[in-house]
């Protein structure tokens, strides 16, 4: 199946993206990756009249160190991300949910900042973003902003991204030497995760830091697990046991791969098995 | 030198690579799509969003005044010309068959169904216009799932009057074939044992790789179809019969073909709409469904509730086995709809001496996609019924799986032998194959591991699962389908002829689509005449090449179209024979043949088929009354099924914390009689497993209660990829069970795999978790349903009232979707 | 219509598409490139993965005007089919019979090429797991898995 027409926008900059954007507002949508929206467009599950490609700002693309954080470009794809090596010493975690997005010839094309933005509660990589406070650098017509990851994801595929904004870049704190596990349930590999679990650890354990895919309408943190773990030792019982309260406050879907109740339990187990596997024992 | 000295001694047993491969491996395909005529206008169908409802107006106005649109058409437009969807196969005279118009004016009965069809100069704009039909719908009530229906509240096809179409009886006391399965309950109730279940056989939706297409074009004498499609020759003679365009003026041509399993063995409602436009509009059209369109209105397989009763004595030997089936043909009856559970009718006994036998299948209609043949088509249903019900009798007694399987089957010199169910099984050796899969499957070893994971109260615990499995196929004797009220007969056609510089082309009635029919028929051919493989040619798949043909389905291509061929090549050599005796100088009496060649015995006189292939075609030099041809066509109707066999064995390993199951190990020994090509065989068991396997663990098809398909894409509808599954280990018996009823003592392998698989692997999970107090676990076995079978007794994990509203409370020993 | 220009299996093709045209369409319907194939609208499937600058994509997932500028490669242009030549990789499909219907064969063989590039000795299950963007039917994916690890053999003899 093929979308309905549109016209197509190739912008060579920033600016010219927003002045697009300023111009046909909602009417428009924005193409970074397309690994999720021209699935959409196909489906005629939406009909944008214009549609703005990012594809040509190079200047969105890449990773870089900016002393306490590594950031990220919103045009680099997850096959970039997932083999970056300052992305892997720095901000493990980012690395190893990047590596579980979808299939290779799909993390060839995503995009991090892309499907950040998307903000699909099934995504792999909004739980760990969300765990490790990255901060979203957003574009709009008066300057840049900078959102907090806990005021980033609004709702089901909602940010803080307004209308007339692009997510240019993602700051993400290092958390140089910390261990890192990113714990995926599905049936079939190709499936969005039913539940996963974002888990990166200092020490064994100092502290942790707990994100939840597909456990509510946004990624969520685990902090009663976190406040748990923080301090403890990193034995099975001992982890097991704070992971008990992972599914707090969690509010997930019933679909055919589960129900509520079932996630819940999922997210428990799964959460022990993260931090263990994060802690290296 | 002649080519016959180069050509190997035995091409029948050798893995020769595929000569399909070539082109497939190097894109210069041609799927249907892949057709462009010229002035070809392209189909877009507008289909109902309702499970159920009355057609109350279309306006057409906008779609026409889209850019490029040629026509837009629907069901009011048309009168006898659009013809009909037909069912082949009535299962009893009183059958209750609702009228199938490719594209209803009035009402439509699933979700999906056409209403409307768009024509325009491209794809892109035909879509386009399809969004701008305005259908106004009066909904109607829907019926969804096989237990709604039986209540006969709602119908799903009011003017019916109910919904229960059709009841198929079998019963051995009756038939003479056995004693009163009734008598053998009541007695194991006082003095044996009884294993009643209730077991689901989920609806499941083929999913051949390659998206339906057609295109029709009527701009020379013979319109001429392309479809992708197991069934041209069907479809020729379907198209003939319901819209009358004479046979002689229609050409049917299935180019290559993406995949079927079933799933392209049906006259459908888009192939009828493209045949009806283009006559309308005397111009080359084309459609092709999306992914979406495909799951939801290509017809769907599976889908019964079984009922079953096991009798025993107190030492496991079965007295009696009585079945009901509850099975959903969907909105309509399809081709061969009804028909499908009644093939499982006779594989309910399977490999076992049961004296006692009766069987029920009562068909009933519903608001969904209407169903037909999937890969087994009945037989799995069946293998999964007895060899599920046989690891729970092995389970009461208290004795292994395979221990209670022996002291049932048929032993290796009793055959041949007629069953409970009235079938004269030839061959077989279920001994041998048991014992060869055990020992490569390392069951002892598993078995103890399995012993200590248990003692250890291993997080992960291991099962073994057992299929001892039979099947009918080669579909099939004719009169044998007539006595059943099939609508056609079961024999193949061949025709081999010889080139004037001496190729071999074949042309035969089957149809394949992925089996690899131009190779294995080559290797028959090349033997059975003494020609170079290379130099054969297997023509096929178009009714002006092939003219005459029953296609490929039901495991039938080799055992029956392969014997029609060895019947023309001696034809062939007949004819060759007398020519060759006249050109020798010699007495017809007086020559062998071999390697392609005559030779007069005792001297070095020959003359090799090539040779005499030019000679007919020169025409010099003949003997008078020779009919100046090499050419000669066969037909062939076998006299009996042909019952493969084998022993599968699965290790599976149960992480009792998540209820998420891995494959550990899966082991098959299958006894399919004389190997063509060892090679496609096993390529033909790989993918039959993993297809019985996905029944197992993934897939199934949800319509909501409004009938709505909820796994209506490839993102909920879930197909396994090559990181969920294993390499499977693959065995035959080393002194396999030729058939006894072919030359060539060939068994099908098409749907071995899936019958057997499916049941391997759901006795393996339950085995994992048995100690744990689970008998049973509904497929697909996913991990929320093993978690919840596990702790359905610690309270532990809830059955949730309404958080999946696919599923209904209140069955027999599982959880039952909507469909049930 | 939006002008494009890009390499195709080595040659340089210009047109002018309509923004929504796919790329997998647009090597099907304007360049007659009917070896990659459309199995599904969800990018699940795989069948139809093309290499875009030299990595392997779904063209049912990319738009054509996206690949503008840029060097596309079918399952025709990866040997010299012309001249009877097969890749490595197509030789071990055929060899191992790592196909049934060919369906999906040339997705299947695009994304192998990828992932041997990439790693060009797999284990078993990386092969199973960077092949899991394509879905197959007929295999059972066994013979596309020994194919894969084949054409990492044949390939590594020959380097």
């Known amino acids: 199946m093929i979308p309905v027409k549109f016209d197509y926008l190739a912008p060579t900059s920033v600016e010219e993206a927003l002045s697009a954007l300023g111009e046909h507002g909602d009417e428009a949508k924005i193409l970074a990756g397309g690994q999720s929206l021209l699935p959409v467009l196909r489906m005629r599950l939406n009909a944008p009249e214009v549609v703005i490609d990012l594809g040509g700002i190079s200047s969105l693309r890449g990773i870089r160190d900016d002393g306490d954080a590594i950031v990220i470009g919103a045009m680099t794809t997850h096959h970039d991300v997932r083999d970056h090596e300052l992305v892997k010493e720095h901000v493990l975690l980012i690395s190893k949910a990047a590596a579980e997005v979808a299939d290779s010839q799909i993390r060839h094309r995503g995009t991090f900042g892309g499907a950040l933005a998307h903000a699909d509660p099934a995504g792999d990589l909004g739980a760990p973003a969300l765990a490790l406070g990255a901060q979203f650098v957003i574009a709009g017509a008066g300057g840049t902003r900078t959102v907090e990851a806990d005021d980033f994801f609004v709702d089901l595929f909602e940010t803080a991204i307004g209308d007339d904004e692009i997510l240019t870049e993602v700051r993400i704190p290092k958390h140089t030497g910390w261990g890192a596990h990113y714990e995926k349930f599905v049936r079939v590999a190709h499936q969005w995760p039913i539940v996963a679990v974002a888990a990166t650890v200092k020490g064994s354990i100092d502290e942790a830091k707990i994100g939840l895919t597909n456990m509510g309408s946004t990624p969520l943190r685990a902090r009663a697990t976190e406040a748990a773990l923080a301090g403890a030792s990193a034995t099975e019982d001992g982890v097991r046991a704070a992971a008990e309260q992972a599914a707090e406050g969690t509010n997930p879907p019933s679909d055919l791969n589960g129900a509520a109740d079932y996630r819940q339990h999922l997210a428990r187990v799964l959460t022990g098995r993260a931090v263990l596997k994060a802690a290296g024992v | ?820 | 219509m939006t002008k494009i220009e890009l390499t195709v299996d080595g040659a340089a093709v210009s047109d002018d598409v309509e923004p929504r045209m796919l790329l997998v369409q647009y090597l099907r319907e304007k360049l007659g490139k009917t070896g990659t194939v459309i199995g599904c609208d969800t990018s699940n499937c795989g069948a139809c993965t093309v290499h875009l600058d030299g990595t392997s994509v779904k063209s049912c997932n990319v738009l054509a005007v996206q690949a503008s500028g840029r060097t596309v490669t079918t399952i025709e242009g990866l040997a010299d089919t012309a001249e009877g030549d097969l890749h490595p990789v197509q030789e071990a499909f055929r060899e191992c019979h790592g196909l049934q219907c060919g369906f999906c064969t040339p997705g299947m063989v695009m994304q192998a090429v990828d992932l041997l590039g990439e790693n060009p000795n797999p284990t078993e299950e990386e092969v199973r797991l960077g092949m899991e963007g394509n879905l197959c039917r007929c295999t059972g994916y066994h013979n596309i898995v020994k194919s894969v690890l084949h054409a990492a053999e044949t390939q590594g003899a020959k380097a």
């Not at chain 2, 107006?57 to 048309?78: M, Q, R, W």
Request: with cysteine.
């Open chain 2, 1 to 820: 030198m002649t080519a016959t000295q180069d050509r190997p001694a035995a091409e029948i047993g050798k893995d020769r690579r595929r000569k399909e491969d070539q082109r497939l491996i190097t894109g210069r395909t041609r799927w249907t799509d892949n057709i462009t005529l010229p002035g070809m206008l392209h189909l877009a169908m507008v289909r109902s969003p309702f499970a159920h409802a009355n057609i109350t107006s279309i306006d057409t106005e906008a779609a026409k005044a889209s850019p490029n649109v040629v026509a837009v058409l629907s069901g009011k437009d048309f009168g006898e010309e659009l013809g009909a969807c037909i069912n082949a196969w009535p299962i009893t005279p009183d059958q209750k068959t609702p009228a199938h118009s490719p594209m209803p004016a009035d009402r439509v009965a699933f979700a999906g169904e056409i209403v409307a069809v768009v024509v325009a100069r491209t794809a892109a704009e035909a879509r386009d216009a399809a969004e701008l039909v305005d259908v106004e719908y009066d909904e109607l009530p829907a019926v969804v799932g096989i237990k709604n229906a039986l209540k006969d509240e709602v119908l799903a096809h009011p003017d019916l009057g109910t919904n229960k179409s059709a009841l198929w009886v079998f019963d051995s006391g009756e038939a003479g074939t056995g004693t009163d399965a009734e008598a053998a309950i009541t007695e194991a109730r006082a003095n044996g044992i009884v294993i009643e279940r209730e077991y689901r056989q989920q609806r499941l939706i083929p999913a051949f790789m390659e998206p339906r297409s057609v295109v029709v074009d009527p701009t020379s004498e013979q319109m001429t179809m392309w479809s992708a499609t197991q069934i041209p020759h069907i479809l020729r003679f379907a198209l003939a019969a319901t819209t009358g365009v004479p046979e002689s003026k229609i050409r049917v041509i299935a180019p290559d073909v993406g995949g079927g399993f079933g799933g392209k063995l049906q006259a459908t409602p888009e192939e009828w709409i493209a045949w009806a436009v283009a006559r309308r509009l005397a111009k080359p059209v084309k459609y092709t469904e999306t992914r979406s369109e495909s799951l939801m209105a290509a017809h769907h397989g599976r889908d019964q509730v079984q009922t079953l009763t096991l009798a025993a004595d107190k030492d496991g030997k079965v007295t009696g086995l009585k079945v009901h089936l509850d099975a959903d043909l969907g909105s309509y009856v399809a081709i061969v709809g009804g028909g499908v559970p009644v093939l499982g009718a006779f594989m309910f006994n399977a490999i076992y001496k049961f004296p006692a036998y009766r069987f029920e299948c009562q068909t009933v209609l519903t608001n969904t996609t209407f169903t037909d043949a999937y890969r087994g088509a009945g037989r799995p249903e069946a293998t999964y019924a007895i060899e599920r019900l046989m690891d729970e009798l092995a389970a009461e007694v208290g004795v292994d799986p395979l221990e209670i399987r022996e002291r049932n089957w048929i032993t290796h010199e009793e055959f041949p032998f007629t069953t409970v169910a009235g079938l004269e099984y030839d061959t077989g050796n279920y001994e041998a194959a048991t014992a060869k899969a055990k020992a490569s499957f390392g069951y002892d070893e598993l078995r103890r591991e399995q012993a200590e994971r248990r003692e250890r109260g291993d997080r992960v615990q291991l099962g073994i699962g057992v299929s001892t499995f039979t099947e009918m196929c080669g579909l099939a004797p004719s009169r044998v389908l007539g006595s059943l009220d099939y609508g056609a007969g079961g024999w193949e056609s061949a025709s081999v002829r010889l080139t004037p510089l001496g190729k071999v082309e074949v042309v035969t009635g089957a149809s394949a689509h992925g089996q690899g029919h131009e190779t294995a028929f080559s290797q028959i051919v090349a033997d059975r005449l003494g020609v170079p493989f290379e130099d054969v040619e297997v023509l096929h798949g178009d009714t002006q090449v092939a003219p005459k043909g029953l296609d490929t389905y039901g495991s039938r291509s080799l055992v029956v179209g392969g014997e029609a061929l060895v019947k023309a090549v001696d034809k062939v050599i007949d004819k060759a024979k007398v020519l060759a005796a006249h050109l020798l100088e010699a007495n017809a009496d007086d020559l062998d043949y071999a390697d392609g060649r005559f030779t007069v015995r005792g001297t070095d006189q020959g003359k090799a088929i090539q040779e005499l292939a030019t000679a007919t075609f020169a025409g010099h030099d003949y003997p008078e009354g020779m009919e100046l041809s090499l050419d000669a066509d066969a037909t062939y109707d076998p006299v009996n099924f042909n019952y493969p066999h084998g022993t599968h064995l699965c290790a599976m390993e149960v992480d009792t914390e998540t209820g998420a199951v891995k494959m550990r190990k899966y082991t098959c020994c299958d006894d399919i009689g004389t190997i063509i090509n060892p090679l496609i065989v096993a390529g033909q068991v790989h993918g039959g497993l993993v297809q019985g396997i996905a029944q197992a663990l993934w897939e199934e098809a949800v319509h909501d209660e409004a009938g709505t398909l909820v796994s209506g894409s490839f993102v909920d509808y879930l197909l396994p990829t090559s990181a969920d599954t294993i390499s499977f280990d693959v065995v035959h018996t080393d002194e396999p069970s030729i058939c006894t009823t072919n030359t060539l003592g060939t068994k099908g392998v098409g749907e071995a795999g899936t019958i057997a698989s499916t049941p391997a692997v759901v006795n393996a999970v339950v085995d994992a978790v048995r100690h744990l107090g689970v008998n049973d676990v509904q497929m697909p076995c996913t991990p929320e349903r093993v978690w919840r079978a596990i702790h359905a007794n610690d309270g532990d994990a809830p059955t949730p009232a309404d958080a999946m509203p696919h599923f209904q409370e209140g069955s027999l020993n599982q959880d039952e979707g909507a469909g049930a």
